[in-house]
């Protein structure tokens, strides 16, 4: 079936480090792929996406591109900063009959520090 | 604007208790609406979806149900829980085609003691 396997966590970094949190997928047919991200006590909320391969998804200094030769989606940010920190999720879109499904990883926590 | 509400946003229920949470969204017709569930130390978990009043469709076997008496309103319950029933339970929405984006609410945390 579809799945998604990300790094496993925490990842803890100082201030302005360069992040990469790998994410790899497993999938059916051509996927849309997602980073969702989520704050402490909060639901989830759309980083960044890419619908189709070679498309880079960025947000917030956040980036990811859809790599369909090495079926991946690494989240990369050049400086994080405190208030990155947060789980982050990688999942994958495909159809099934009329409604659309995410399949997520099992999250990642950023844990950024001064 | 679209926003999405779900309450309560925690809840403290005994073993064998019954289960209702509610989630409702705003200012949009006819989304695709989804329960997740959110264990400690996994990932999300997909429980349930609806492309329409009345039509469910159930993910994973358990001891969870859910309903959809209108259209913009989708409810998750149970008869009785149980402890591994426990998690943070995030509704969400969605219209359009593949590539859009899947609007999550506040969420619930349940704890079953």
């Known amino acids: 079936g579809d799945s998604v396997t990300q790094m496993e966590g925490p990842v803890t970094l100082s201030e302005e480090a360069f992040l990469t949190i790998n994410c790899t997928y497993t999938?059916?047919?051509?996927?849309?792929l997602f980073w969702y991200v989520q704050y402490p006590g909060e639901g989830l909320q759309l980083l960044l996406k890419?619908?189709?391969?070679?498309d880079k998804g960025s947000n917030k200094g956040f980036e990811a591109t859809y790599r369909k030769e090495t079926t991946s989606f690494h989240l990369e940010k050049g400086s994080v900063q405190v208030s990155d920190s947060a789980v982050y999720f990688c999942a994958l879109r495909l159809w099934s009959g009329t409604a659309s499904k995410l399949t997520f990883g099992t999250g990642t926590r950023l844990q950024v520090t001064l | 604007s679209q926003t999405i509400h779900q309450w309560p946003a925690t809840l403290v229920q005994p073993v064998g208790s019954p289960l209702s949470l509610e989630c409702t969204v705003e200012?949009?017709?006819?989304?695709?609406l989804y329960w997740y569930r959110q264990a400690a130390g996994r990932g999300l978990q997909l429980l349930f979806y609806?492309?329409?009043?009345?039509?469910i469709s159930s993910e994973v076997p358990q001891n969870l149900s859910a309903s959809r008496p209108q259209d913009r309103q989708f409810i998750l319950s149970s008869k009785k829980l149980l402890l591994s029933d426990s998690g943070f339970y995030l509704c969400a929405w969605m219209v359009g085609l593949a590539g859009n984006e899947q609007f999550f609410g506040p969420g619930t945390r349940l704890t079953v003691l």
């Open positions: 609806s492309v329409g009043i009345g039509q």
């Open positions: 890419a619908t189709k391969a070679d």
């Open positions: 999938a059916t047919g051509y996927p849309s």
């Open positions: 200012g949009t017709s006819n989304p695709n």
